[in-house]
């Protein structure tokens, strides 16, 4: 992490900024200097030397258009994020308008800036708030919005600068990894990006697939029966969790009950593998999956729930066969399964931009990582105000029962007061059951949740009001700040007299990033405020990972109302956190192992593509192997036409062969953990096991296109046919894949293959093919 020696280089590039003052000139002299700035950037000039005039043209142009001044280190933190590094800058203290300036500057050299937000909501409103700023200097700025056609989309990625969250900018990278016509792009190379609230996009959903998958007509109708006698297996006799409820596995008698249901013979025959996957899935399903806290029903469709942030993860699907599991369970229409075409993770995705930069509230506790994976320093920019927010210790209870009582009680006696309250809950259903426990007591309040997030800009807007209560999932409204006051400010200094916004949060969380983002709801821009904690022994954190485990015997507690008073639960909460955050940076560090040879691979098909439709492939296949069929077609077609066919003919099979090859690196994801018990390397066997079969890849495209040279020269298939198959796909669509399956294995090969060791893998994942089933297989076969 960066030191305060950085900051004070920097500051002496502020005193020059400030220095330079353009109030006196006039708008089209402002325009003018703007568009002579352009001149020397296309000539070559680089950033470090525009930077004092360039940020000084944006700082007038923010006065004259929005009426207010950038502050010093809203500079500083500009200058941080044009060295491309990661700035960690509290809530309130103006990142949107931070980024406006390197964003300016590296505009000017019309390569294509992208702004990556959290939302679609916060792409569209940060483009629309800043548009006068860049326009009144000569730049153009759009954004994009999930919904928009793909023209309006490739408009909006040819202005200087575009705001487009990271999700939707993947999803049309990989849109046009399908594309037959280097028209139909809309992507320009990736130059620069700003990676708004990047811990979470670098971090949290770094991992998290991005997928492109064409319907299919096939069907999940048969897991009905397998869901319908799962459905009546009986908990200890017929299955069994690991003691942290993070996996379940069927016991004999279970074996036996599934077996007699289905008629099905012995379950761990190979001819039942699809089927033992079909039974895995519904257990895991039935069993630890929960709805209103991993998933909710909302117009007849399952939502996932997002593990960090306890909002609905927009266009989230699980695998196909847990997807499906629960369309089961919950009596909804299983959905046609997808074939995945093209695939690439977030962090692989942002890791194409030759220049990167990010921003957020929370970076310093992953500033190893952000360092290891994309380059960057996390520079800490001081706040504009002192912060004088309170953060009280923690409140530990040996239950959630008299955890709930006691947060109830807080509230009411607080909110007699008029302090504005956010509680910042865990997941929707907690959520819902404070706010019901509030209501029986008459105290108002607004809940924020997984339901409802379409409104929750304009709730979190006036979470600050004199009296308001606000009951929220951990991370919604992120981006929007909580005026004391609202946005019209009535009764500001009362609030502030009464001690300003009060955040109370419900859990702690795995990651202690997502607890800081939580308390810096409160005390913005030196405002007043405070937060708390109430925890409980009980908790999703303190069962998952065996809190038991790490208090002495002779602390631990009897169950009691009171809180614990012995300061070694605060302590031993707080070192289950760093354990568990250095755990899952362990994880994702053996995780990216494991994708990056796959997205070199990825790159290779994507280049070779490329290559292809901008002509600098030559294929000679049809001339050198098949000379009568290649004459006979120059006398019907134009080379126009040959050409075309010679290409989409490659294009067509590559992409098809890559999403056969894609199938198969996701079987065996499922069960490469399993070498570890022969006491081979998995990593290393799954790494040469994709080399072989990605040489054996371009083979098997080279065969496929030769086929249908074959097919036509013998006039089984007509030119027009080939033609016509070999089109771009009509419909696709697009989503993310929750990966948390392979991350648990990952996490078992990595920390060892007991109980404890898959406890501390990850979170709620689909189900793996445990040791004790291992075992049973080869047990039974015997038989």
């Known amino acids: 992490m960066k030191k305060n020696t950085l900051l004070d280089s920097y500051k002496t590039i502020v005193d020059s900024i400030n220095k330079l003052q353009l109030k006196c000139i006039s708008d089209n002299e402002l325009l003018d200097r703007s568009n002579k700035l352009k001149e020397q950037a296309l000539g070559g000039?680089?950033?470090?030397?525009?930077?004092?005039?360039?940020?000084?043209?944006?700082?007038?142009?923010?006065?004259?258009?929005?009426?207010?001044?950038?502050?010093?280190?809203?500079?500083?933190?500009?200058?941080?994020?044009?060295?491309?590094?990661?700035?960690?800058?509290?809530?309130?203290?103006?990142?949107?308008?931070?980024?406006?300036?390197?964003?300016?500057?590296?505009?000017?050299?019309?390569?294509?800036?992208?702004?990556?937000t959290f939302n679609d909501y916060l792409a569209r409103r940060d483009a629309l708030w800043m548009k006068p700023v860049y326009e009144m200097l000569g730049l153009s700025v759009g954004?994009?919005?999930?919904?928009?056609?793909?023209?309006?989309?490739?408009?909006?990625?040819?202005?200087?600068?575009?705001?487009?969250?990271?999700?939707?900018?993947?999803?049309?990278?990989?849109?046009?990894?399908?594309?037959?016509?280097?028209?139909d792009l809309i992507h320009r190379p990736f130059y620069y990006a700003i990676v708004d609230e990047a811990d979470s996009i670098l971090i949290d959903e770094a991992r998290i697939p991005l997928v492109i998958a064409v319907s299919t007509e096939e069907k999940g109708n048969s897991l009905q029966r397998v869901s319908s006698a799962v459905r009546v297996l009986k908990p200890l006799v017929d299955y069994k969790t690991d003691e942290y409820s993070r996996n379940v596995y069927l016991t004999e008698t279970g074996i036996e009950h599934i077996e007699a249901e289905l008629g099905c013979g012995n379950l761990f025959e190979e001819g039942n593998i699809d089927l033992f996957a079909q039974v895995?899935?519904?257990?895991?399903?039935?069993?630890?999956?929960?709805?209103?806290?991993?998933?909710?029903?909302?117009?007849?469709?399952?939502?996932?729930?997002?593990?960090?942030?306890?909002?609905?993860?927009?266009?989230?699907?699980?695998?196909?066969?847990?997807?499906?599991?629960?369309?089961?369970?919950?009596?909804?229409?299983?959905?046609?399964?997808?074939?995945?075409?093209?695939?690439?993770?977030?962090?692989?995705?942002?890791?194409?931009?030759?220049?990167?930069?990010?921003?957020?509230?929370?970076?310093?506790?992953?500033?190893?990582?952000?360092?290891?994976?994309?380059?960057?320093?996390?520079?800490?920019?001081?706040?504009?105000?002192?912060?004088?927010?309170?953060?009280?210790?923690?409140?530990?209870?040996?239950?959630?029962?008299?955890?709930?009582?006691?947060?109830?009680?807080?509230?009411?006696?607080?909110?007699?007061?008029g302090q504005p309250i956010l509680i910042g809950t865990s997941s929707v259903k907690e959520s819902l059951y404070i706010a019901a426990q509030l209501s029986n007591i008459g105290v108002k309040c607004q809940v924020l949740n997984a339901k409802n997030d379409e409104l929750e800009a304009h709730i979190i807007e006036n979470a600050g009001t004199l009296g308001a209560v606000t009951v929220s999932t951990n991370m919604a409204g992120r981006g929007t700040d909580i005026l004391l006051g609202g946005i019209k400010g009535e009764h500001r200094e009362k609030i502030k007299e009464l001690g300003g916004l009060y955040v109370i949060g419900t859990n702690r969380y795995e990651s202690i990033r997502i607890d800081k983002q939580l308390m810096g709801r409160a005390g913005r821009q030196g405002d007043p405020g405070v937060t708390c904690f109430f925890v409980s022994l009980e908790d999703d954190l303190m069962v998952k990972y065996g809190i038991d485990s790490v208090i002495p015997r002779r602390f631990q507690p009897q169950s009691q109302e009171e809180p614990l008073s012995n300061p070694i639960f605060k302590k031993k909460i707080a070192q289950v956190?760093?354990?568990?955050?250095?755990?899952?940076?362990?994880?994702?560090?053996?995780?990216?192992?494991?994708?990056?040879?796959?997205?070199?691979?990825?790159?290779?098909?994507?280049?070779?593509?490329?290559?292809?439709?901008?002509?600098k492939f030559e294929d000679n296949l049809l001339q050198d192997n098949f000379v009568k069929?290649?004459?006979?077609?120059?006398?019907?077609?134009?080379?126009?036409?040959?050409?075309?066919?010679?290409?989409?003919?490659?294009?067509?099979?590559?992409?098809?062969?890559?999403?056969?090859?894609?199938?198969?690196?996701?079987?065996?994801?499922?069960?490469?953990?399993?070498?570890?018990?022969?006491?081979?390397?998995?990593?290393?066997?799954?790494?040469?096991?994709?080399?072989?079969?990605?040489?054996?890849?371009?083979?098997?495209?080279?065969?496929?296109?030769?086929?249908?040279?074959?097919?036509?020269?013998?006039?089984?298939?007509?030119?027009?046919?080939?033609?016509?198959?070999c089109t771009p796909l009509e419909s696709t669509w697009t989503y993310l894949v929750n990966d948390n399956s392979f991350f648990d294995k990952v996490g078992m090969m990595l920390l060892g293959m007991g109980g404890g060791a898959a406890a501390v893998a990850g979170s709620v994942a689909a189900i793996a093919i445990t040791v004790e089933a291992v075992i049973n297989k080869f047990f039974r076969r015997k038989k």
Request: aromatic share 8%; charged share 30%; net charge negative.
């Open 629 to 725: 069929l290649h004459d006979e077609l120059k006398q019907k077609h134009s080379e126009i036409e040959i050409q075309k066919f010679i290409k989409n003919i490659r294009l067509f099979h590559m992409e098809q062969c890559w999403a056969d090859y894609l199938e198969m690196v996701s079987n065996l994801k499922e069960t490469i953990h399993l070498e570890a018990i022969s006491g081979k390397d998995p990593l290393r066997e799954f790494q040469m096991r994709l080399v072989k079969e990605f040489q054996l890849l371009q083979e098997i495209i080279e065969e496929k296109i030769k086929e249908d040279y074959e097919k036509l020269e013998n006039s089984e298939i007509t030119f027009d046919e080939i033609s016509e198959r």
């Open 280 to 417: 895995n899935s519904a257990l895991f399903a039935e069993v630890l999956l929960q709805k209103d806290v991993d998933y909710i029903v909302r117009k007849d469709k399952i939502e996932m729930v997002d593990e960090f942030t306890g909002r609905v993860a927009e266009n989230r699907h699980w695998p196909d066969g847990l997807q499906a599991a629960l369309e089961s369970k919950e009596n909804i229409e299983i959905q046609a399964k997808g074939r995945i075409m093209s695939q690439i993770t977030l962090q692989h995705f942002i890791q194409l931009y030759d220049n990167l930069a990010g921003m957020t509230g929370t970076a310093s506790d992953a500033a190893n990582e952000i360092l290891e994976f994309y380059g960057m320093e996390v520079v800490v920019i001081p706040p504009n105000k002192p912060s004088i927010r309170r953060d009280l210790e923690p409140y530990v209870f040996t239950h959630k029962e008299a955890k709930h009582k006691a947060l109830v009680e807080e509230i009411e006696k607080v909110h007699a007061t």
């Open 143 to 183: 954004f994009v919005q999930e919904a928009m056609e793909r023209k309006e989309k490739r408009e909006a990625y040819n202005c200087d600068i575009t705001y487009v969250t990271a999700k939707e900018a993947g999803f049309d990278y990989l849109r046009d990894s399908l594309c037959y016509d280097k028209e």
């Open 45 to 116: 000039i680089e950033t470090d030397k525009l930077i004092i005039e360039g940020f000084a043209l944006v700082k007038e142009a923010i006065r004259r258009t929005l009426g207010f001044e950038a502050y010093d280190v809203q500079l500083l933190g500009a200058i941080a994020l044009n060295n491309n590094n990661l700035i960690e800058m509290q809530t309130g203290e103006g990142k949107t308008l931070t980024a406006v300036f390197p964003a300016y500057l590296n505009g000017l050299y019309k390569k294509g800036v992208h702004i990556l």
């Open 577 to 615: 956190q760093r354990i568990v955050q250095g755990q899952n940076s362990d994880l994702r560090r053996e995780l990216y192992k494991y994708s990056d040879i796959l997205d070199r691979q990825r790159q290779h098909m994507y280049n070779l593509r490329m290559e292809i439709l901008n002509d």
